[in-house]
């Protein structure tokens, strides 16, 4: 168990809709990653959170966005869903602030497996 | 760009040894070592900066070759636990977001 928590655990919805999927990084833990793992693919980093403020940005589409709030947990929000949006969503938290986490351990949820049917 | 892992799949006998390459064409600042089992979250295994540094705990270790702009990961008298998906994370600089390779599939037998 690495101290994230990702919820939900599965997320069935249909196209044109909208979802949350929402992440509790570590304790102490300011950074927070989202990762998209369609199946059987590599990990594509989406976007960085590091204590409520936006640092890095990866390939994530503009039908996608994300916040951390004020007690560091951060929501993913993904709208106007596709069939190929149907992936497994990470969130990984880190302690430092340095953009991408390039020199950070970061320690990775359960993930959210999206369907969308 | 993303890295190059090879090999893509392998599959062991309990005790044989692995080495999984992870290769860029940038210039690499950082490689971090994950597995992740079949719908799983991705465990983190280590990070190893420029400098050439090898680490290792346990019968997992790996290398990073900054001249060659890659890195091994060794596994010694595997174990069935060890099977899964290995990833392998590469930064090009401190401030930089990782970019992951596409896996190696890992399968060790009885």
């Known amino acids: 168990d690495s101290g994230v928590t990702q919820t939900p655990k599965h997320l069935i919805t249909a196209t044109g809709q909208r979802v949350t999927l929402r992440c509790s990084p570590r304790?102490?833990?300011?950074?927070v990653y989202w990762y998209q793992q369609s199946l059987d693919q590599g990990l594509q980093f989406l976007i960085q959170?590091?204590?409520?403020?936006?640092?890095a940005k990866g390939n994530i589409l503009e039908r996608f966005s994300a916040q951390q709030f004020p007690d560091l947990h951060s929501e993913l929000n993904l709208s106007s869903l596709e069939l190929g949006d149907s992936a497994l969503y990470f969130c990984?938290?880190?302690?430092?602030?340095?953009?991408?986490?390039?020199?950070?351990?970061?320690?990775f949820g359960p993930g959210t497996r999206l369907t969308v049917l | 760009q993303q890295p190059v892992q090879s090999p893509q799949a392998v599959i062991l006998r309990e005790g044989e040894d692995a080495v999984i390459n992870c290769s860029s064409s940038?210039?690499?600042?950082?490689v971090h070592w994950y597995r992740q089992k079949h719908g799983e979250a991705p465990v983190f295994l280590m990070i190893?900066?420029?400098?050439?540094e090898q680490k290792g705990h346990d019968k997992i270790s790996a290398s990073f070759n900054e001249k060659k702009q890659q890195s091994s990961l060794y596994l010694t008298a595997s174990q069935l636990s060890y099977s899964g998906t290995y990833f392998c994370?590469?930064?090009?600089?401190?401030?930089?977001?990782?970019?992951f390779g596409g896996g190696t599939r890992l399968m060790v037998k009885p």
């Open positions: 190893l900066l420029k400098g050439g």
């Open positions: 304790s102490g833990d300011l950074s």
């Open positions: 990984a938290s880190s302690v430092s602030s340095l953009s991408g986490g390039g020199t950070d351990t970061q320690y």
């Open positions: 940038k210039a690499l600042y950082s």
């Open positions: 959170y590091y204590n409520g403020e936006e640092r």
């Open positions: 994370g590469t930064a090009s600089n401190a401030g930089n977001m990782l970019t």
